[in-house]
């Protein structure tokens, strides 16, 4: 063996650890970029993305109705434009517009001087026509005597007679013309026919009104009835009793209910359609006079599986939906049924379960497959329940 000096054994050693931390340096700082590499070729795990409140429901079962669609406007029961029975100058006006109003309460009153007059001369003529058949009667029967006796002719009684008949036609005829003004002077003054709110006044004090002339209108708002208009092919769905449901403009998600009164038995040929009346109590007064409502006869009615309308796509080649599960979106194809119209829900037959979570709105455009959370705080409470998840907004670049 052989034997290497001191000084070269330590000098051999110092070179061996050298060259050994050198290796290990190159070896850490491949190592290095090659973990950099790996680090940046690795894909980046793509974020959820949170769908919002109003982007997802659950598959319920509810009562579901559907039947023809409608459309009209509702009309007071009983309403009256009360108009000028006589002429004249409009003396007083008591009401306004809205002003509630009992029935028999004086409106307005319409100048009754002359008419006053003619009442009077009218009176007048009527207690003298009777003055005059009563002098004519009691000549009647006097001269019935001498008839009888043969003092005077037959010709000359028939004469008197005569005249007692004539007096009675001008009592009559008077009576009549008394009878009529004073009627005339009742119709100076207009009167509420029956309890309701002035819905329109058309004339003012001092106004010149001729016989004819509206004047006020008196609806009662405290029983309405909806004037709608339904396709004629629906003709046989449509039935006195039938329940109605329908929404009034103005009122939001409000519905209300009514149920058929009439149908009228002829088809408009124009439209094609039939009109229908529909009677709506209306005991708080909470509906207006000449609002427009849709809405649908309730012909059929059953409980079944349902989901918003919104949520089905029938894009697709089979009607389907886009259902959350284990935090993915997935389309699942359906077989919808019955629709209500008014709720807008959809039946589904097949295709999903109660509880079932789908999708809404813009979160249909969703990919199958993308990863989704679901929101804190659901909008109604066919979302409570859901899962709570950290929130990410649709239009982040993840969802994208």
Excluded: W
């Excluded at 009627?183 to 309701?196: C, W, Y």
């Excluded at 709608?228 to 449901?245: F, K, R």
């Excluded at 708080?284 to 919104?310: C, K, M, T």
């Excluded at 969703?366 to 907004?393: C, I, M, N, Y």
Aim: proline share 5%; charged share 25%; hydrophobic share 40%.
């Amino acid at each position: 063996m052989r034997q290497v000096p001191g000084g070269g054994l330590r000098a051999l050693v110092r070179g061996c650890r050298s060259g050994v931390l050198l290796g290990a340096l190159g070896l850490a700082g491949l190592g290095g970029c090659n973990g950099q590499k790996a680090e940046s070729a690795a894909p980046q795990a793509e974020a959820p993305v949170l769908l919002g409140a109003e982007n997802v429901t659950r598959a319920e079962v509810r009562e579901l109705e559907s039947g023809p669609v409608i459309s009209g406007s509702l009309q007071a029961q009983r309403a009256a434009t009360l108009r000028a029975e006589v002429g004249g100058a409009l003396l007083e006006v008591k009401v306004e517009q809205g002003q509630p109003v009992k029935r028999g309460e004086l409106l307005m009153r319409i100048d009754d001087a002359a008419l006053q007059d003619q009442a009077i001369a009218a009176r007048s003529a009527a207690r003298v026509a009777g003055n005059s058949l009563e002098v004519a009667r009691a000549e009647e029967e006097r001269n019935a005597k001498l008839a009888e006796a043969g003092v005077i002719t037959q010709r000359d009684f028939d004469r008197i007679k005569l005249a007692r008949e004539q007096a009675e036609a001008q009592r009559s005829e008077a009576q009549a013309r008394h009878a009529l003004t004073q009627e005339q002077l009742g119709r100076t003054r207009i009167t509420a026919p029956f309890n309701g709110v002035v819905s329109e006044r058309q004339a003012n004090a001092g106004d010149i009104v001729a016989p004819g002339s509206p004047l006020v209108t008196v609806v009662d708002p405290s029983s309405l009835r909806l004037e709608a208009s339904v396709p004629a092919e629906h003709a046989g769905a449509l039935q006195p009793g039938t329940p109605v449901d329908f929404r009034v403009s103005g009122y939001g998600d409000e519905s209300f209910e009514g149920k058929i009164e009439r149908v009228n038995p002829v088809v408009d040929a124009a439209t094609g359609q039939v009109r229908i009346y529909v009677a709506l109590p209306n005991v708080e007064q909470a509906l207006r006079v000449g609002l427009f409502a849709q809405g649908r006869v309730a012909s059929e009615s059953r409980e079944a599986l349902a989901v918003p309308a919104g949520a089905v796509d029938l894009r697709t080649t089979t009607p389907s939906v886009l259902r959350v599960r284990e935090g993915k979106v997935e389309r699942v194809s359906v077989e919808p049924g019955l629709r209500d119209e008014v709720a807008q829900q959809v039946e589904i037959r097949s295709g999903l379960q109660a509880g079932d979570v789908v999708v809404l709105g813009s979160a249909r455009e969703l990919a199958e497959g993308t990863s989704v959370q679901l929101p804190r705080a659901p909008a109604s409470q066919e979302q409570q329940g859901l899962q709570e998840q950290p929130r990410q907004d649709l239009t982040s670049p993840a969802s994208r």
